[in-house]
T-cell receptor, first 111, second 113 residues
Framework: SQQGEEDPQALSIQEGENATMNCSYK?????LQWYRQNSGRGLVHLIL???NEREKHSGRLRVTLDTSKKSSSLLITASRAADTASYFC????WGWGKLQFGAGTQVVVTP | GAGVSQSPSNKVTEKGKDVELRCDPI?????LYWYRQSLGQGLEFLIY????????KSGLPSDRFSAERTGGSVSTLTIQRTQQEDSAVYLC???????????FGPGTRLTVL
């Protein structure tokens, strides 16, 4: 079963706009990670935020974590066509690396 | 350096046949994970190897599924008597000691006819 739910399921934006997607999860966590997947194949790790952190930045990515609401958000600023992909949040409830993935948000960035 | 590699990239098999999927983790990574991605179930954890410890098989969907990791490196996921519901992309990931980030391979797309 999946730990998280992501919202929206799909997002279509134009280049230069910001993209925001949300992830909710069910149990307490050790950390939460965001991954990107192109064309339904391998996942690429984007960013990890630990349970004692509230916000983290990496390049054009900003991640927030609210453990009281069991939710996280991923913001991609100044989006590019190359950002077109599916984005997944993954939680690690036990700290052993057995990631529990959300259903993903499919992002399409049009030039 | 080389990333996680998986072979074959695509596998088509007939129902009832056995298949073996291979994963080569990043050199030096002690943890290795198998996941499955299917339309109906999304991304699911299957099995986890950490060093020389006994694997965590809690995610394997049935006893037709097994995996081994030889010499703490290469892993093989075996599915016996394949069923159509086994059709999915099988993803392997590895991580460095004491690290949380997992590096994924490109996956093997399995189609059971």
């Amino acid at each position: 079963s999946q730990q998280g739910e992501e919202d929206p399921q799909a997002l279509s934006i134009q280049e230069g706009e910001n993209a925001t997607m949300n992830c909710s999860y069910k149990t307490s966590i050790n950390n939460l990670q965001w991954y990107r997947q192109n064309s339904g194949r391998g996942l690429v790790h984007l960013i990890l935020i630990r349970s004692n952190e509230r916000e983290k930045h990496s390049g054009r990515l900003r991640v927030t974590l609210d453990t009281s609401k069991k939710s996280s958000s991923l913001l991609i600023t100044a989006s590019r066509a190359a950002d077109t992909a599916s984005y997944f949040c993954a939680t690690d409830p036990w700290g052993w690396g057995k990631l529990q993935f959300g259903a993903g948000t499919q992002v399409v960035v049009t030039p | 350096g080389a990333g996680v590699s998986q072979s074959p990239s695509n596998k088509v098999t007939e129902k009832g046949k056995d298949v073996e999927l291979r994963c080569d983790p990043i050199s030096g990574h002690t943890a290795l994970y198998w996941y499955r991605q299917s339309l109906g179930q999304g991304l699911e954890f299957l099995i986890y190897f950490q060093g020389n410890s006994a694997p965590d098989k809690s995610g394997l969907p049935s006893d037709r599924f097994s995996a081994e990791r030889t010499g703490g490196s290469v892993s093989t996921l075996t599915i016996q008597r394949t069923q159509q519901e086994d059709s999915a992309v099988y993803l392997c990931a590895s991580s460095a000691p004491a690290a949380d980030t997992q590096y994924f391979g490109p996956g093997t797309r399995l189609t059971v006819l």
